[in-house]
């Protein structure tokens, strides 16, 4: 093959994960149905399936993430902006992650006024809290609270645990200059994928000459980490 019509090598990986994302998520859906199912039917072996559920959700939005960063090398990231209720948003994460926190008891309040709308790209929020979320049920006790409010002109959305707390090289206060990159560790199976993606999709989010951003802290109301993003 010559090199004019030589496929690039990343192109053909990007591919791959497209296809597998699209079937992990049919297997996602299916596990769905099956438990729905199971619990209707009062069989208490749906239980079973929650820890494979969470595996497989967890495997489907690291390819997302993926994806995402690939097309982020591409061409900068883009968002799609437009006016949300954010209570609506957070209850719409509660409601895709209750099933698997409800599985370890783990109970979810949430802190946020009805009126408060704000103008955001849907998925990118939606899919960054996602997987807090998903992360915080491995880690966090049995509570966890997630909010959001307006101050000094910025959008906050925060998800808080009662967890032992975020590792100290997590820990970020927002910072401009901020290192984009978070150091990986495959011996505690955090890569920073998500974190990396967090501030990526952020500092997508740009107002009247100012960046989104995310804080990572240890200081949550209820005793552990608190995860929170900065939206202009």
């Known amino acids: ?75 900068p990231m883009t968002v799609n902006l437009d006016l949300h209720s954010v209570r609506d948003c957070l209850e719409e994460v509660m409601d895709r992650n209750e099933p698997i926190l409800a599985s370890r008891g783990i109970s979810v309040s949430l802190d946020c006024p009805g009126d408060l709308f704000w103008s ?5 929020v939606v899919g960054i809290l996602d997987n807090v979320l998903n992360n915080a049920y491995r880690y966090t006790k049995d509570r966890l609270i997630i909010g959001g409010e307006r101050r000094d002109d910025y959008l906050i959305l925060r998800v808080e645990d009662n967890g032992s707390g975020y590792p100290p090289f997590f820990l970020m206060d927002g910072g401009v200059e901020e290192n984009m990159r978070t150091p990986v560790s495959f011996l505690t199976g955090n890569t920073g994928l998500g974190l990396y993606f967090s501030k990526l999709a952020a500092r997508s989010h740009r107002r009247n000459n100012r960046n989104g951003f995310i804080k990572v802290a240890n200081d949550s109301s209820i005793g552990g980490g608190i995860f929170s993003l900065y939206l202009p």
């Open 1 to 75: 093959m010559d090199e004019k019509h030589r496929i690039e090598f990343s192109d053909i990986i990007a591919a791959t994960i497209h296809d597998t994302k699209n079937a992990i998520g049919m297997i996602f859906t299916t596990l769905e149905e099956m438990t729905d199912r199971c619990r209707e039917r009062g069989c208490d072996l749906h239980k079973d399936l929650f820890p494979l559920q969470y595996e497989v959700k967890r495997l489907n939005n690291s390819l997302i993430r993926l994806l995402a960063l690939y097309k982020s090398e591409k061409t």
């Open 120 to 124: 955001f790209d849907k998925g990118l």
